[in-house]
T-cell receptor
Framework: SQQGEEDPQALSIQEGENATMNCSYK?????LQWYRQNSGRGLVHLIL?????REKHSGRLRVTLDTSKKSSSLLITASRAADTASYFC??????????????FGEGTQLTVNP | EAGVAQSPRYKIIEKRQSVAFWCNPI?????LYWYQQILGQGPKLLIQ????????DSQLPKDRFSAERLKGVDSTLKIQPAKLEDSAVYLC????????????????FGSGTRLTVV
């Protein structure tokens, strides 16, 4: 079953604005990851935040994690038309001994208008 | 480094036919995953390999789907016979082995195989 649930399902903004996407999950995690998927392509790993971290930055991306609320947010600052894509959160659940096992949400479709 | 290679890129078959997908992960990545992504949905894990052993195949429809990872490198996913609801993108991903509890790595995904069953 899907663990992560993204909100909103779709987001449309103007170039230069910030985009915020939220993710909620249900069970304890080792880490939470965000991926981007351009139409018809594979997923690209954006950022990983561990369960003992609260905030992480990578370029124009900022991710927060609140394990007490079982939620995360992805902020893209100064958005560009090239950021148009689907964004997925994925949780790496606890209890997996070997390897990791990501469970993906349904995604947020972001459209950045020039 | 080279990415995850998948083939074919597209496949159209009739229902009840069989089809096979191939994946070559990143060299040295111990863990290989096959995901199914239906249009408009997030990827769903079908099977996970650690080297050449199956770690999790709980969501694999075993009556029609099979997968193998010979010698712990390349992998093939087969569907026989295909149904209309199998139309989806089949994604292969790989990741290094987790070194410690609580750690983790991002996955590297291939471009996927888009399957259409008519």
């Amino acid at each position: 079953s899907q663990q992560g649930e993204e909100d909103p399902q779709a987001l449309s903004i103007q170039e230069g604005e910030n985009a915020t996407m939220n993710c909620s999950y249900k069970t304890s995690i080792n880490n939470l990851q965000w991926y981007r998927q351009n139409s018809g392509r594979g997923l690209v790993h954006l950022i990983l935040i561990r369960s003992n971290e609260r905030e992480k930055h990578s370029g124009r991306l900022r991710v927060t994690l609140d394990t007490s609320k079982k939620s995360s947010s992805l902020l893209i600052t100064a958005s560009r038309a090239a950021d148009t894509a689907s964004y997925f959160c994925a949780t790496d659940g606890k209890g997996v001994i070997s390897g990791s096992r990501l469970t993906f949400g349904e995604g947020t479709q972001l459209t950045v208008n020039p | 480094e080279a990415g995850v290679a998948q083939s074919p890129r597209y496949k159209i078959i009739e229902k009840r036919q069989s089809v096979a997908f191939w994946c070559n992960p990143i060299s040295g990545h111990a863990t290989l995953y096959w995901y199914q992504q239906i249009l408009g949905q997030g990827p769903k894990l079908l099977i996970q390999f650690q080297n050449n052993g199956v770690v999790d195949d709980s969501q694999l429809p075993k009556d029609r789907f099979s997968a193998e990872r010979l010698k712990g490198v390349d992998s093939t996913l087969k569907i026989q016979p295909a149904k209309l609801e199998d139309s989806a993108v089949y994604l292969c991903a790989s990741s290094p082995r987790r070194k410690q509890a609580g750690g983790g790595y991002g996955y590297t995904f291939g471009s996927g195989t888009r399957l259409t069953v008519v």
